[in-house]
């Protein structure tokens, strides 16, 4: 049977194509979207992807992946550098796995994204690689739920 991924993208990720092309290019979130399903297809993976440009929304998301999903990928924008409630949601659910994606390298941007406040909660961390970060942290899913 396909296990289930939540992709929870947090605020301003609605923007993506038009926010900030230089830093984050030129697709949609859409686009993304279509591309983590198509990759998750391969991988035998079911992706429920969702947005919310707030942060209780987040928390409530990743409470029900506890009962919905096998792991989660989360790229949780700005509230990655500010969330104690995302960090402690993300606890919260453990064993789940939660991946933290980044479309750009945080660490080679401003200094106050160097400090993730979910970094020590989740399983593992991927960013810089534009879209395509969203497609490796479904593979490494895929790995560590077998
Ligand atoms: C981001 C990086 C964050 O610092 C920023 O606030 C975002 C997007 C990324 O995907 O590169 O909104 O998470």
Not at 74 to 93: E, K, M, P, Q
Request: aromatic share 6%.
């Amino acid at each position: 049977m396909s296990k289930t991924i939540f992709v929870l993208n947090g605020p301003n990720l609605n923007m993506l194509g038009k926010r900030e092309p230089g830093i984050y290019g030129g697709k949609t979130l859409a686009d993304i979207e279509a591309e983590c399903i198509a990759a998750g297809a391969e991988l035998g993976l079911t992706i429920d992807f969702r947005q919310s440009n707030h942060e209780g929304t987040l928390v409530d998301w990743l409470h029900e992946a506890a009962d919905k999903a096998a792991g989660v990928a989360f790229n949780a924008g700005a509230y990655t550098h500010t969330s104690v409630a995302l960090h402690d949601a993300i606890r919260a659910i453990s064993p789940i796995p939660v991946i933290e994606v980044h479309i750009s390298n945080v660490h080679a941007r401003e200094e106050f994204r160097h400090k993730s406040m979910i970094a020590p909660a989740v399983k593992g961390v991927i960013c810089g690689f534009g879209p395509h970060s969203y497609i490796l942290a479904l593979q490494a899913l895929k790995t560590i739920t077998q």
